[in-house]
């Protein structure tokens, strides 16, 4: 738990970043092609099954979002992804929350996976640029993959890290085995 200070400070940040980068990544990454939208409705009930019923490891729930998230941005782009994040990520906020003490988690996780989307996506194409064309095939980029898994990975623990120290006061390691993700 944390203070209230703390919590009126998340939602202030939230509103101060979150909005404009929304608005930036839809005139910058909106796609400008049509998509198939009854693709993107079975992944939202993918997203909304994961939320719903999380797999249950070690008494510790364990929400799939990542990989759905990883086909949703390979598929339709950088802003549809992380828009169905957000919502993927609130749906199971909401979930999780168990009093009004906490609903600053919903800012602090929508920001958290804002930020996971734009580096994963942003390491994507950054490695795409330098992979010769013959490393290639079937259309898709295992290296490219790779690297968003990655920084997929090391920037939401790194996030997780951070909020663990700076706002709830927990000294950790950085790679923590208890939690897969930080809601």
Not at 13 to 30: D, M, S, V
Not at 71 to 95: D, S
Request: include cysteine.
């Amino acid at each position: 738990m944390i203070s209230r200070k703390k919590q009126i400070a998340v939602w202030g940040i939230w509103l101060f970043i979150w909005p404009p980068i929304i608005t930036t990544l839809f005139y910058k990454y909106y796609p400008t092609e049509t998509f198939d939208l009854s693709n993107l409705v079975i992944f939202i009930l993918l997203a909304l099954t994961t939320a719903v019923f999380p797999i249950q490891i070690n008494k510790s729930s364990i929400f799939p979002i990542f990989g759905v998230s990883l086909a949703v941005y390979l598929l339709f782009g950088l802003y549809i992804e992380v828009m169905f994040t957000q919502v993927a990520v609130v749906l199971v906020i909401l979930k999780l929350i168990k009093n009004k003490c906490e609903h600053h988690r919903v800012a602090l996780n929508s920001l958290s996976f804002l930020f996971v989307s734009i580096l994963s996506a942003a390491s994507y194409q950054i490695v795409g640029i330098y992979i010769p064309y013959r490393l290639m095939f079937l259309n898709v980029n295992i290296i490219q993959i790779l690297a968003y898994m990655v920084t997929y990975f090391l920037v939401n623990q790194l996030i997780y890290y951070l909020i663990k120290c700076f706002f709830y006061g927990k000294k950790s390691s950085f790679l923590d085995e208890e939690r897969n993700h930080h809601f």
